[in-house]
């Protein structure tokens, strides 16, 4: 036997090799290992967030974008948290300057309109519903943009093109989730225009079509209200009491007693 076959020097030529090439593996390690944690890093703060652990969401999320300032599922879920609607606005716009086709950024342009029609920025909100229609044809959420740029054209008093979309909506979408809402706000246009006896007509349609809606409620509040504004004064008299008999306990009931 020479001596670069004994036994004792091939098993130290293997751990020499073994150690040569561990370093490369150590480094493939280190490139993907961030990657791979920020991942895992989302997945948590997206099931402490929807947990409604939401303290630790943000805790998580914070440190996602500190790290990767244009994370848009960080940014999105931020904008979510955030209960100043500034701030919360701040966070969904950078999804949609970061990443305008990520699978968050119709959510987060609907959540801007919202935050714009609440902060009484009606004309920025039928702008962003507009934007979102034309940039995300194909969303989901297509009918509820519909329905808020009805709201915002008609808090921006135009009674008439908030008629029109609320009519196009019911054409394209008869049975969605927002048929009701949106026929209160076709009365509320007609109301809105001072045509005080078609917008009760159209309040008290709510008791034939949906006597068991909750619905019902504030569409008798609105007809005795447009009857009133008419001087039918007794017409009035007589929805009101359909209203506290039906809803004894409503606020609505309350603001007629």
Request: hydrophobic share 40%; aromatic share 10%.
């Amino acid at each position: 036997m020479t001596n670069k076959h004994h036994p004792v020097l091939i098993f130290y030529r293997l751990i020499t090799l073994a150690f040569q090439r561990m370093p490369f593996v150590f480094i493939l390690s280190i490139g993907t290992f961030p990657i791979l944690a920020q991942e895992a890093s989302t997945d948590q703060g997206v099931s402490w967030y929807q947990a409604g652990e939401y303290s630790r969401a943000r805790e998580i999320f914070l440190q996602i974008i500190k790290d990767q300032p244009e994370h848009p599922v960080a940014l999105y879920h931020l904008g979510r948290l955030e209960t100043a609607h500034p701030a919360a606005e701040q966070y969904y716009l950078q999804v949609l300057l970061h990443a305008p086709q990520h699978p968050y950024a119709d959510d987060a342009l609907l959540a801007v309109t919202r935050l714009q029609y609440q902060q009484g920025r009606y004309q920025d909100a039928v702008k962003a519903c507009s934007r979102m229609l034309a940039s995300y044809p194909n969303t989901d959420l297509k009918n509820e943009v519909r329905y808020w740029q009805g709201r915002a054209l008609l808090a921006n008093k135009q009674p008439v093109l908030a008629r029109l979309t609320f009519l196009q909506l019911l054409t394209v979408a008869p049975e969605s989730t927002f048929m009701m809402p949106t026929r209160l706000g076709i009365a509320d246009t007609y109301r809105a225009e001072s045509d005080f006896i078609e917008a009760a007509r159209l309040y008290l349609k709510f008791e034939t079509d949906f006597p068991d809606s909750d619905s019902l409620r504030i569409a008798l509040l609105r007809a005795g209200e447009s009857l009133d504004a008419s001087s039918r004064t007794k017409e009035a008299g007589h929805v009101y009491q359909r209203l506290i008999n039906r809803f004894p306990d409503s606020p609505e009931a309350g603001r007629v007693r």
